[in-house]
Nanobody, 125 residues
Framework: QVQLVESGGGLVQAGGSLRLSCAASGRAFSDYTMAWFRQAPGKEREFVASISWNGVFTSYADFVKGRFTISRDNAKNTGYLQMNSLGPEDTAVYYC??????????????????WGQGTQVTVSS
């Protein structure tokens, strides 16, 4: 098993940037695909981005392409989500998730076995 803890959320003005971190412990982080999801108030949790265990393959939701970048540092057991050009529509709780194996098709909540507790991102207009 792997345990995940997100950090880096906060309040930012529209147009600003934030970098979220996902610290992993337990079983080797490098064994897992990592993903970011988000859940806005009153909405379902949705896929944001994923990255394969070795960082070679990435996938993004259409609404973040060109603005967000997912990355990982297996030596530090940490994954990241760099978010630029943020808008109020990006306000949500952001969750880190992990699973074994990688596919661009793994975009559903049920595709991921391990989850962090979430970190709040609020973008003011």
């Amino acid at each position: 098993q792997v345990q995940l803890v997100e950090s880096g959320g906060g309040l930012v003005q529209a147009g600003g940037s934030l970098r979220l971190s996902c610290a992993a412990s337990g079983r080797a982080f490098s064994d897992y695909t990592m993903a970011w999801f988000r859940q806005a108030p009153g909405k379902e949790r949705e896929f944001v981005a994923s990255i394969s265990w070795n960082g070679v393959f990435t996938s993004y939701a259409d609404f973040v392409k060109g603005r967000f970048t997912i990355s990982r540092d297996n030596a530090k057991n940490t994954g990241y989500l760099q978010m630029n050009s943020l808008g109020p529509e990006d306000t949500a709780v952001y969750y880190c998730a992990a699973r074994a194996g990688y596919s661009r098709q793994f975009t559903r909540n049920i595709d991921y076995a391990y989850w962090g507790q979430g970190t709040q991102v609020t973008v003011s207009s």
